[in-house]
C-alpha cells in the first residue's frame, strides 16, 4: 500500500509541473510486493521499472505483471556464484549473471 501511495503521489507531483504520466517511470523492487504494485500501477497506465532482479522467475513475474522496463542484476548474480564455488573466471557466454539473465 505504502508503495502505490508514493507512486502516485510522485505522479501527481510531476502532473502538477506541466509533465504527463507517459514521461514517468516508477521504479520498484523485485520483491513479491514490488510486482503486485506493478501489477496495480500498469493497469492505471504509470510505466513501472522493477529492479533488483537475480534471477529467471523474478523476471518472469515482472512480464507477467507488464512491467515497462525489467532491470536485472547479472553482477550480482555472478557475486554469489562466486562465493559459493570459489571460481573467479568464466568466459562471457558462462557468466552466471548472462546466463542467468537470458535463458
Given at each position: 500500500?505504502e508503495?502505490l501511495?508514493?507512486a ?11 509533465v ?5 517511470l ?16 500498469e ?20 512480464a507477467?505483471a ?33 546466463v542467468?539473465g537470458?535463458?
Amino acid at each position: 500500500e505504502e508503495s502505490l501511495f508514493r507512486a502516485r503521489r510522485i505522479i501527481g507531483m510531476y502532473k502538477e509541473a506541466g509533465v504527463p504520466k507517459a514521461r514517468v517511470l516508477i521504479k520498484l523492487a523485485g520483491t513479491w510486493e514490488g510486482i503486485k504494485c506493478c501489477q496495480v500501477l500498469e493497469a492505471e497506465g504509470i510505466a513501472c521499472n522493477i529492479t533488483l532482479v537475480f534471477g529467471f522467475a523474478q523476471a518472469v513475474a515482472a512480464a507477467q505483471a507488464g512491467a515497462r522496463l525489467i532491470s536485472p542484476f547479472p553482477g550480482r548474480v555472478k557475486d554469489y556464484v562466486m562465493s559459493k564455488t570459489g571460481q573467479q573466471e568464466w568466459q562471457p557466454s558462462e557468466d552466471p549473471g548472462v546466463v542467468e539473465g537470458t535463458r
